[in-house]
């Protein structure tokens, strides 16, 4: 007798369009499922659907509504990069109802007939200079509380290029301190590597570890006012965002991200010479075309050439 568990029971009992979502949205990264959410909630209320996103009719859309949606996001100005992403979630729903059976095979063909936004923008982010990167390490020194613990968390992002989602769920049993061996079992598209991290690195993340001691749990916790550390409560992707923005700030630098260390991180690997496929594997990218958007050597080129500019 087959047995049927408590979500495939839960499934059952919810709406086809709620299911195809539910499904879509499961198969991504935490980091992904938050950026695709949102998208789909600009699409809501293009569509101006009242409620959740779990209540809405996603399954009526057909091929007529979505060009429109698509031609009604160019006349919002939004980037090709946004336009073609938005599109991209609505296909993933659509997609999942179409393979559960709830979505006509004739109208997912029409709709995967939609073209993409032709169009290139500049690139996001920023590469950080060297010296912008000491002066973050060195922000952290004036704070006795928190500073151990921001500054380790600085050098896995700047060293190992870390998503801010993957740092937040690192935990103590995925470093080795002997070796520096770190294992990033929630990478992006559920793919997992490992990386060993720099003598520079190692040294942070060693006085870190002193203070934290070496109970399991989540490698980076909340610090209360007092100075005590909350092992059972694991630093939030949007928590790290906040410390980086708050060290820059504190550093004297302009505005920067986890993600512009990660492009840093990137690009310092192929300025010391180190090849497109490494560097991928090291990123953690699945296409070598993703890394190549994290290049950031031909904008200190093309500065180069311009500075020298003359008739």
């Known amino acids: 007798m087959t ?46 659907w009242p409620g959740t996103l779990e209540q809405m009719p996603w399954l009526t859309l057909r091929y007529e509504q979505v060009a429109c949606i698509r031609a009604a996001l160019r006349q919002t100005n939004k980037s090709p990069n946004t336009i073609n992403t938005t599109l991209a979630a609505i296909r993933g729903v659509l997609k999942s109802g179409f393979l559960s059976g709830h979505f006509p095979a004739l109208d997912w063909q029409r709709i995967q007939s939609i073209g993409r936004i032709p169009g290139k ?3 996001a982010g920023r590469q950080l200079r060297a010296i912008e990167v000491t002066r ?31 740092l937040s769920s690192l935990n103590r049993d995925d470093y080795c301190r002997r070796n520096g061996q770190l294992i990033v ?12 991290l720099p003598t520079a690195a190692r040294a942070y993340i060693r006085q870190w570890l002193q203070y934290r ?59 010391q010479g180190v090849d497109f496929n490494t560097a991928r594997q090291l990123a ?12 950031r050597r031909h904008i200190k080129t093309q500065r180069q050439a311009m500075a020298n500019f003359c008739f």
């Open 3 to 48: 047995r049927v568990t408590a979500s495939a029971r839960t499934r059952h009992q919810q709406s086809p369009s709620c299911v195809a979502l539910t499904l879509y949205l499961g198969n991504l990264a935490p980091s992904g499922r938050r950026s695709m959410r949102s998208l789909l909630q600009q699409v809501a209320l293009l569509n101006k």
């Open 121 to 123: 923008i500049l690139p």
């Open 136 to 166: 973050l390490f060195k922000a952290c020194q004036s704070d006795p509380q928190r500073g151990i613990r921001d500054v380790a968390i600085l050098a896995v992002l700047a060293y190992a290029g870390l998503r801010r989602s993957e």
């Open 185 to 196: 079992r929630e990478g992006k598209g559920q793919r997992q590597r490992e990386l060993m």
């Open 213 to 271: 001691g070496s109970s399991p749990g989540p490698m980076f916790c909340h610090i209360s006012k007092d100075g005590e550390y909350h092992l059972t409560q694991r630093l939030s992707a949007l928590r790290i965002y906040g410390i980086v923005k708050r060290r820059a700030r504190e550093a004297g630098i302009e505005p920067c991200s986890p993600h512009d260390l990660r492009r840093t991180f990137v690009t310092r690997l192929l300025e």
């Open 284 to 295: 953690g990218h699945e296409h070598i075309q993703t890394t190549a958007l994290y290049d």
